[in-house]
């Protein structure tokens, strides 16, 4: 399944930009709302999730532990790539698109995907992570 990454430094939208035009079936993932905790002083601006908080993230969002994940951004892979990172650390199947969404020649889609919500397991981050 693809996964929409896009966030701006500049406080741009990624949800806009989702909303715009996104691969077909993909679906949005917000850096600050599904893949990092509220930020403080002390942890900096993205700091790590809980695992917990992670697997209530994709479940909510409908990736399942053994849904193969493909993501994107048009930002060079930043962000998406925290997403493969993330996934991948923790055994599961996860890419990054080469080029990002500019690498897309098909239509893009801009209605919303939605897709049930699954229960995933809560899964350690390994040490050091």
């Not at 999730?49 to 992670?54: K, L």
Request: include cysteine.
């Amino acid at each position: 399944m693809f996964c929409d990454v896009r966030w701006y430094l500049d406080g741009r939208s990624g949800q806009d930009a989702y909303d715009s035009g996104h691969l077909p079936g993909a679906v949005f993932i917000d850096l600050d709302r599904h893949l990092t905790p509220d930020p403080g002083p002390k942890v900096g601006r993205h700091p790590f999730p809980t695992s917990e908080s992670f697997a209530r993230s994709m479940g909510a969002l409908g990736i399942g532990p053994d849904d193969p994940v493909v993501a994107y951004d048009d930002a060079g892979g930043m962000a998406a790539g925290r997403l493969v990172w993330m996934l991948r650390i923790l055994g599961r199947p996860a890419a990054l698109l080469d080029g990002g969404i500019g690498a897309w020649d098909e239509p893009l889609e801009t209605t919303p995907t939605i897709r049930p919500p699954v229960k995933v397991p809560v899964v350690s981050w390994p040490e050091g992570a």
